[in-house]
């Protein structure tokens, strides 16, 4: 093994589930290779995911593996007030195409997000989807619903800890449903002060909705902060509403046609 390669290898922590919950590594020394990687094994415990996400970490593996913790560099985020509305978007969001609801139906959003990636392989294993549910039981974990009728169209959840979202996952089963629930997040952001909301990993999905590379160790510095402060514990919900009410009329709409 390289110089360079052992360097990596002392810098993943190896947990066992008697542990404590914060015994996660210094993030200064993250890994690159694999990017990201910094701790294997432990729980899922309410307690553990709460301390990997107050120190910008979080699980991700499949079927099979241990638990696997991480924190990429560059990070994903969306700033509440970067979110970019494309003239399309803003079309389908002031028709009567959907219904957007706040966790009443969590169960059912990751079950979704799960079944959609079920041919490619998923990381929301049984004991993920049980995991989160108990989080969203303690009012940590939230979801947004889209509706079609009565049929759930998309959505997505994540973690609210103090002023950082941290989403999980999302899913569309009709065109723009996935980010109807984004637009939603964000208006929910800007209502309780959350101002920045984790995206993980760059995709062109996210990019074309606003979001933007951030460095790890800035990601961190501003996580350390916003993620302690005194946030709102407890179920947002929210009874499904048209998705007009997203709409802000002073708003420009980007000129992105996505």
Do not use: N
Not at 79 to 90: D, E, N, Q, V
Not at 164 to 172: D, P
Not at 218 to 245: K, Y
Request: charged letters at 20%; hydrophobic letters at 45%.
């Amino acid at each position: 093994m390289s110089k360079t390669a052992s360097a990596a290898a002392e810098a993943i922590v190896f947990l066992s589930p008697g542990d404590p919950p914060e015994s996660f590594p210094d993030l200064t020394r993250g890994t690159t290779e694999p990017d990201g990687l910094v701790a294997v094994g432990g729980d899922l415990t309410p307690a553990r995911l709460l301390a990997a996400y107050g120190r910008g970490i979080f699980p991700w593996y499949e079927e099979g593996q241990p638990v696997l913790w991480w924190s990429p560099d560059p990070r994903a985020v969306l700033l509440p007030g970067k979110l970019h509305i494309s003239r399309t978007l803003r079309r389908t969001l002031l028709g009567d195409r959907f219904k957007v609801s706040v966790d009443l139906a969590f169960g059912a959003v990751i079950a979704a997000c799960a079944d959609t990636r079920a041919a490619t392989g998923t990381w929301i294993t049984p004991e993920m989807r049980a995991a989160y549910l108990r989080l969203h039981t303690l009012g940590y974990a939230h979801s947004i619903e889209i509706w079609r009728g009565t049929d759930l169209a998309g959505g997505l959840y994540g973690i609210a800890l103090g002023d950082v979202f941290f989403g999980e996952s999302m899913f569309s089963r009709v065109a723009d449903a996935s980010k109807a629930a984004l637009v939603k997040l964000v208006r929910l952001a800007e209502d309780q002060g959350i101002r920045l909301i984790d995206c993980q990993v760059a995709t062109r999905h996210l990019a074309t909705l606003g979001s933007q590379l951030m460095p790890r160790g800035e990601f961190l510095g501003q996580i350390q902060t916003l993620s302690a402060a005194a946030g709102r514990v407890g179920a947002w919900r929210a009874e499904p509403r048209p998705t007009q009410d997203l709409v802000r009329t002073l708003e420009v709409p980007s000129p992105l046609h996505v």
